[in-house]
């Protein structure tokens, strides 16, 4: 097995292979396992698909969630993989720390990771520990914060909630969205919206504005 035809399975049903690296004693993954894949939504084809599935359509709770299970389980079972979660915890897995293992996810000035093709929309909905070691493709030189003189993040959030200047402050973003005022979060977060390299996550707003009603939702 290849990378390319890993791609080409998860791209065959609305996921992209997102960051790779070969794993080592300290990374938290499988004893068994030697590539780490992370695998996070297609630009312009996951939301479309994932409406139309049954565990979107079923009234249950976690429709997203259960469909990643099902959908990178199956990948899993064809690849002879280990199908691992960002949720189902705790304990969690430690994706964060991945994200930058994989040299294509860097901590953007304001906080959250920033992605080389997605930006700020940059999400992970599973990955795939594998046992055999695979040829990986290069690696962007830098992170795109390093180029971006404008940083439109810093100054995107109406009430100062995500600055970069404080930890992130969750009960503030909250009561804003909940607001009046805050109308125009609800269908993604503006920080995350404004950075030039978000618009190759082609997130639409339906899309984050399911996320953010699920955010809202919680305490």
């Excluded at 079923?58 to 969630?65: E, S, V, W």
């Excluded at 046992?131 to 962007?140: G, T």
């Excluded at 950075?195 to 955010?215: E, I, K, N, T, Y």
Aim: charged letters at 20%; a negative charge; hydrophobic letters at 35%.
């Amino acid at each position: 097995m290849s990378y390319a035809q890993l791609e080409a399975a998860a791209r065959a049903v609305q996921l992209d292979c997102v960051g790779a690296f070969h794993t080592n004693e300290n990374d938290g993954a499988p004893d068994e396992c030697q590539t780490l894949v992370l695998l996070g939504p297609a630009p312009d084809l996951f939301w479309s698909s994932f409406t139309s599935s049954d565990e979107y359509t079923d009234g249950q709770p976690d429709p997203m969630d259960r469909w990643s299970r099902r959908t990178i389980g199956a990948l899993a079972d064809r690849f002879g993989a280990l199908a691992l979660f960002p949720f189902g915890g705790p304990p969690y897995a430690p994706f964060l720390r991945w994200a930058e293992r994989s040299g294509r996810a860097w901590q953007s000035p304001t906080g959250p990771l920033v992605h080389d093709t997605m930006g700020m929309m940059i999400s992970y909905r599973g990955a795939l520990a594998l046992p055999e070691r695979l040829d990986l493709p290069p690696l962007p030189a830098a992170s795109p914060c390093d180029t971006c003189t404008a940083k439109p993040c810093l100054t995107a959030c109406p009430v100062q909630a995500l600055s970069g200047t404080a930890p992130y402050d969750v009960p503030r973003c909250k009561a804003h969205m909940r607001s009046d005022a805050g109308q125009a979060c609800s269908k993604g977060c503006l920080v995350r919206r404004a950075c030039p390299v978000s618009m190759g996550a082609g997130r639409s707003p339906d899309q984050s504005a399911f996320h953010m009603s699920l955010f809202l939702g919680n305490p």
